[in-house]
């Protein structure tokens, strides 16, 4: 009897793992290919973000915020992935307001949103947006989860996608990093 408890517990788990997003099944991401990495905490102790081992990390913080930067400096600007994780204290309403502030944010940096949603991150209020323009010189895509974790806390992620090459696929690195933050508080 022990056993079978063992089985069916270790199957719902491996069914579970394999059970795309609604963000992944968006993009057609792929099941993750296995690659080795490290488990890097925020300053704060907030979340953990799981990181391919090759990356360069940094941690940043400050009074209202703890911050993961992590990035592919392996590859090319334009073939790599700059990856920016934040969990925040202050109120976080995704309302019309919220929006506003989000289209500014959008328009002084002359990006325009391409793709956008409002799948729920972890079972949260999540809002998130694909944008296109151009940084440095280069042409450049921006992917932005924003989630209300609490009443007074939330968390941002945003990748920066330089190029025009393996959008998607870097959209779905994104995805894939993310849907592995595991929050501690």
């Known amino acids: ?16 793992c394999n059970n795309p997003s609604e ?37 940043y913080y400050n009074n209202f915020e703890s911050e993961i930067f992590t ?9 790599s ?9 202050g109120i976080l309403n995704i309302d019309s307001l919220f929006y506003r502030r989000v289209d500014s ?18 079972s949260k209020p999540t809002y998130w ?3 296109k323009g151009v940084k440095n010189g280069f042409s450049y895509h921006q992917f932005n989860l924003t989630t209300k974790r609490s009443e007074n806390t939330y968390f941002n992620v945003y ?4 190029g025009d090459t393996d959008i998607n696929e870097r959209i779905c690195e994104t995805i894939s990093l993310i849907e592995k933050v595991e929050f501690l508080q």
């Open 23 to 59: 963000l992944s099944k968006k993009y057609n991401c792929p099941v993750n290919k296995s690659e080795k990495t490290l488990s890097v905490y925020d300053f704060k102790k907030n979340f953990k973000l799981d990181i391919i081992t090759n990356w360069k990390t940094k941690l």
């Open 81 to 89: 992935l700059i990856l920016v994780a934040s969990f925040s204290t």
């Open 159 to 162: 990748s920066e996608i330089y």
């Open 1 to 16: 009897m022990k056993r079978k408890i063992i089985l069916i517990v270790f199957c719902a788990q491996l069914i579970s």
């Open 105 to 122: 944010i959008l328009k002084k940096n002359n990006l325009q949103i391409i793709d956008s949603g409002n799948q729920p991150y972890q």
């Open 71 to 79: 990035a592919d400096t392996t590859k090319q600007l334009t073939k």
């Open 129 to 131: 947006y694909v944008a």
